[in-house]
């Protein structure tokens, strides 16, 4: 009676094992699908470096750059970044000939590009890490 149970939990755990590794692998490929298809025909966006289901608050995962892009606290922002530590208006990103440039709009706790401080109006490069907060986008130009 021992040896038979002992040959059903066996290929009940090798069926649950299976199970759990196709299941995963199936996540892997709906998130790869979903990454192409969002930003397949962008030419320029924003994408959250944070995990989402770590953020107290709703966001997107990109965000697509037009003529110009405002960061905030505040409803009126393009986007809306709900954390304490964001100004009001705290960032815009413009375009100007093809390039897209950054300015902190004089928030109270600063604009980080690339770990410094932004000062002034910069030309943001694909890779560029912008973090208001604490939330970190990263740009990505395609043009």
């Known amino acids: 009676m021992f040896d038979i149970l002992s040959v059903i939990f066996k290929y009940v755990f090798v069926?649950?094992?299976?199970?759990f590794i196709f299941t995963i692998i199936r996540m892997i490929y709906l998130d790869?699908?979903?990454?192409?298809?969002?930003?397949?025909?962008?030419?320029?966006?924003?994408?959250v470096l944070n995990p989402l289901d770590s953020i107290p608050y709703k966001m997107e995962d990109t965000y697509v750059l037009e003529?110009?892009?405002?960061?905030?606290?505040?409803?009126?922002?393009?986007?809306?970044?709900?954390?304490?530590?964001?100004?009001?208006?705290?960032?815009?990103?413009?375009?100007?000939?093809s390039n897209y440039f950054i300015e902190d709009l004089k928030s109270s706790n600063g604009t980080m590009l690339?770990?410094?401080?932004?000062?002034?109006?910069?030309l943001l490069k694909t890779g560029d890490i912008?973090?208001?907060g604490d939330i970190e986008l990263m740009f990505i130009h395609k043009g």
């Open 114 to 122: 690339n770990g410094n401080k932004l000062e002034d109006v910069s």
């Open 130 to 132: 912008i973090k208001a």
């Open 67 to 97: 003529d110009e892009l405002t960061v905030g606290r505040s409803s009126d922002n393009s986007i809306v970044i709900r954390d304490p530590y964001v100004s009001k208006h705290h960032l815009k990103i413009s375009l100007d000939e």
């Open 32 to 47: 790869i699908k979903t990454i192409g298809s969002t930003t397949g025909d962008l030419k320029a966006y924003l994408k």
């Open 15 to 19: 069926i649950i094992i299976y199970l």
